[in-house]
């Protein structure tokens, strides 16, 4: 005897909203259009990657890199222009692709990443909302899935030596997914704006995905130290009792979102091999505008401010692409001039809101580039992993017979007189300015850090000097020449400063 089961069927808009875009593959359509038939041109958008937009809407035009060209054709988009450059064929995920990586299984798929880290709980919480049950979902959902030492971690997110990596491995690659969620309902914000629970998480989930895990440096771990930087700035007693819940919460999506989808090349490798997003951007802040415009396409995709007022909803995706704008680092002087200048004549109004989110922006500039400002642990890490993508530029652009980007050179540079360099003409100057705007114990602990950094990547360039230069150099003992080369450990003996507690 054959049983079958009818399952229950729910209407449509139950399970879309009308004005959610459902994703087909490449194509993106609205839901009143046929399920089965070609989607009305009216209505066509187009999805490459983090993005989603509307063709009639010119302003939001943004093409994904190698995006499908036929599909563009058809809504009357011309293709690219491509130049006869070898390197415009090569997929920016393969860059870092290690050969003996193997092939890649079904496992290793985004969307298969992607539903692991949505988990039962949350199936059944979806499910439940499907079938039309009120939504119970609590708000430290996050802090009950992380047990044992995340959570501790979590309970000291505001200390200056927090651990990322240990972080990151503790929730298994999952930090800055944890660590973002965690801060905004720290603050409050999630009740706040009512932010609907499933669409943050998967909004978050999305973020962290769009990031490029084969990056030495600039991946989703960097993305989540950033954050937690940005957390520890906006502590600050000048900062804490003049921000906004709005200036929070954008301050945080930025510091998360700010390098999202980066290729692992700069800006001037785009334009030299004649990138199309640098022809889309005219050559002006082209990756800034690449993360800004795919943050605020993960923002559409998932509706996480689709029940705010449209004009408030934009005015947030507008803020946040000036705060992502703000990291480009070509624009350094002109920041640091404008800051210095507001110093010099005190008057800078914390209840001004332009001024607060100038002040936003410069925060969020000196946490993208903290690194030389953590303790020497911490920051001999990230300076190894962000030498390790400027030379794998490097690699590719003597390939590909390109000239050979400053500091890109693996057989002219070293690790040590990059950050160096790196210490003396970027991070000092903009750190000592901010220190001249809020003198707090933090900001004597971060300058007391890049002293000493500085001082141990001076050592171990001595050291290295001496040890090629061989025994025959007086004063130099081989032994001691390895023990540098191989970690430095000396100079981990070196004090770290005071410490936020």
């Not at 949350?122 to 939504?135: A, K, V």
């Not at 969620?181 to 978050?204: A, C, I, P, S, T």
């Not at 933090?442 to 001082?455: E, I, V």
Request: with cysteine; proline share 5%.
């Amino acid at each position: 005897m054959e049983v079958c089961y009818q399952l229950p069927v729910l209407p449509l808009d139950r399970l879309v909203p009308k004005h959610v875009l459902s994703r087909r593959g490449a194509i993106s359509f609205s839901s009143s259009s046929s399920l089965f038939g070609a989607p009305d041109p009216r209505q066509l958008s187009q999805r490459r990657g983090a993005i989603s937009y509307d063709s009639s809407d010119q302003t939001a035009l943004y093409i994904r890199m190698l995006g499908d060209v036929r599909v563009r054709s058809q809504v009357g988009f011309e293709p690219e222009r491509r130049s006869s450059h070898p390197y415009l064929c090569i997929d920016f995920r393969t860059l870092h692709t290690r050969p003996s990586s193997g092939s890649t299984s079904a496992d290793s798929s985004p969307e298969r990443r992607v539903h692991r880290l949505l988990s039962f709980q949350r199936y059944l919480h979806s499910s439940r909302l499907l079938r039309g049950i009120p939504q119970q979902i609590p708000l430290h959902i996050l802090d009950e899935d992380y047990t044992g030492q995340a959570r501790c971690m979590l309970e000291k997110v505001g200390t200056w030596n927090f651990d990322i990596f240990l972080f990151d491995r503790l929730t298994n690659g999952n930090s800055l997914i944890t660590l973002t969620l965690h801060l905004l309902n720290q603050y409050g914000l999630v009740e706040l704006f009512q932010l609907d629970m499933l669409k943050l998480w998967r909004f978050l989930v999305m973020v962290q995905e769009d990031y490029h895990s084969d990056n030495p440096y600039h991946n989703a771990v960097h993305a989540a130290d950033v954050t937690q930087a940005m957390y520890c700035f906006m502590q600050e007693p000048i900062l804490a009792k003049s921000l906004t819940s709005c200036d929070i919460l954008l301050g945080l999506l930025a510091a998360a979102t700010h390098d999202l989808d980066h290729p692992g090349v700069n800006q001037p490798f785009l334009i030299k091999t004649d990138h199309y997003l640098a022809t889309l951007y005219r050559n002006n802040s082209v990756l800034e505008n690449h993360h800004w415009k795919s943050a605020v396409g993960l923002l559409r995709e998932t509706g996480l401010f689709s029940h705010l007022p449209a004009e408030d909803s934009l005015n947030m995706e507008r803020e946040l692409g000036s705060l992502i704008l703000a990291t480009d680092i070509s624009r350094q002087n002109d920041y640091l001039c404008r800051f210095r200048r507001h110093l010099d004549q005190d008057n800078l109004c914390v209840s001004n809101a332009s001024h607060r989110h100038f002040l936003l922006q410069m925060a969020l500039k000196c946490a993208d580039i903290c690194n030389p400002c953590r303790p020497w642990e911490l920051s001999k890490q990230w300076s190894e992993k962000v030498t390790d993508e400027f030379f794998q530029q490097g690699d590719i652009e003597k390939k590909h017979k390109l000239e050979v980007s400053p500091v890109c050179d693996r057989e002219m540079n070293t690790v040590g007189n990059i950050q160096i360099g790196f210490m003396t003409y970027v991070v000092e100057p903009l750190f000592a300015e901010w220190t001249r705007f809020s003198d707090t114990r933090l900001s004597h602990t971060m300058m007391g850090h890049m002293r000493l950094n500085k001082a141990s990547w001076g050592a171990l360039l001595r050291e290295q000097s001496s040890v090629a230069a061989g025994p025959s150099s007086p004063g130099t003992d081989p032994e001691d020449g390895d023990g540098a080369a191989t970690g430095g450990s000396s100079s981990k003996e070196i004090p770290q400063g005071s410490r936020e507690s």
